[in-house]
């Protein structure tokens, strides 16, 4: 049975005598933009909210950091590193990227002609902001600039 | 929390224009977010596109999310993958214990590199100012 997890979260702070945490409980239908072509001329974006950078690049902080990086998709899985404030569930992405940051099974599909390209450049975050106003005024529009820059069809989104 | 994060970017992202797919694992929250398709696979967090050094199962888990990108036709539709992380569910009743202390790290606000040689590549690179 799949893990509750906003209930054992909930539970465990409120034990350990937190403040309740107020999750996002969306009170509208979501948006839909269907997909323009097919997926195997669709140019792919990319965002994976598990605090990916490549080696050369600067870490995320741990204090709702709100910032995105730009990380070359031809970047190879031995240059990319993970920060991220829940560190515990990294052990093996820094071991094996493709747990969080699937570059190589993207790279993969785009030369079988799956989809039809990779973007250039593609995106990460520290999905752990508790602000959900910050991400809607910081990391939302940032990733959306960044996408357009990168001038993709439709993107996958990696939750951690 | 990520999935929070990732729920709300899915969103911003399809109103402006870019249709999205959100691959995830925890279900609750993806179901409380309602990003606009969402693929959940049920395995520990941390291991969203597949199993360490599983290379037939990451390909797989990946081709299949972007499927949903074509296939999936209702706003809020959410799908669950057929794959198992193991047989005994161990992980699943470990992960939804609300015992233990808080494994979160510091809220620190400097950088926190994953090597202390990535720093030295940071400011090699100019990214990073002493």
């Known amino acids: ?160 | 929390m990520c999935h929070q994060t990732v729920s709300l970017v899915a969103r911003h992202l399809e109103a402006n224009g870019i249709p999205t797919l959100c691959l995830g694992s925890a279900l609750d929250i993806l179901e409380a977010g309602r990003p606009p398709r969402a693929m959940f696979v049920d395995y520990p967090l941390g291991h969203t596109a597949g199993k360490p050094f599983d290379e037939a199962d990451q390909d797989g888990i990946v081709l299949a999310a972007l499927r949903g990108l074509e296939t999936f036709t209702r706003p809020g539709q959410l799908e669950t993958l057929p794959n198992r992380w193991d047989d005994d569910g161990a992980w699943q009743r470990a992960a939804a214990s609300s015992e233990g202390g808080d494994t979160r790290q510091a809220r620190d606000e400097t950088p926190q590199f994953q090597f202390p040689a990535d720093r030295d590549a940071a400011l090699a690179s100019g990214a990073l100012e002493t």
Not at chain 1, 31 to 58: I, N
Not at chain 1, 60 to 74: K, L, Q, V
Request: aromatic share 8%; proline share 7%; hydrophobic share 40%.
């Open chain 1, 1 to 160: 049975m799949p893990v509750r997890y906003m209930q054992a979260i909930t539970e465990r702070y409120q034990r350990l005598g937190y403040q309740p945490y107020r999750w996002l409980v969306a009170d509208s239908a979501p948006p839909w933009q269907p997909l323009a072509k097919p997926l195997r001329e669709t140019r792919l974006g990319l965002l994976s909210s598990s605090g990916a950078y490549a080696l050369g690049q600067v870490a995320y902080h741990y204090r709702d950091d709100c910032s995105i990086r730009e990380i070359p998709s031809a970047t190879p899985d031995a240059e990319l590193r993970f920060s991220h404030i829940t560190e515990n569930y990294l052990v093996d992405a820094r071991r094996d990227p493709g747990c969080m940051m699937p570059l190589r099974a993207l790279r993969k599909l785009a030369s079988a002609g799956v989809i039809g390209s990779l973007a250039d450049k593609v995106l990460s975050c520290m999905g752990g902001v508790y602000s959900q106003r910050r991400v809607r005024d910081e990391v939302a529009p940032a990733v959306l600039d960044a996408m357009r820059r990168q001038a993709v069809d439709a993107a996958l989104l990696i939750a951690m």
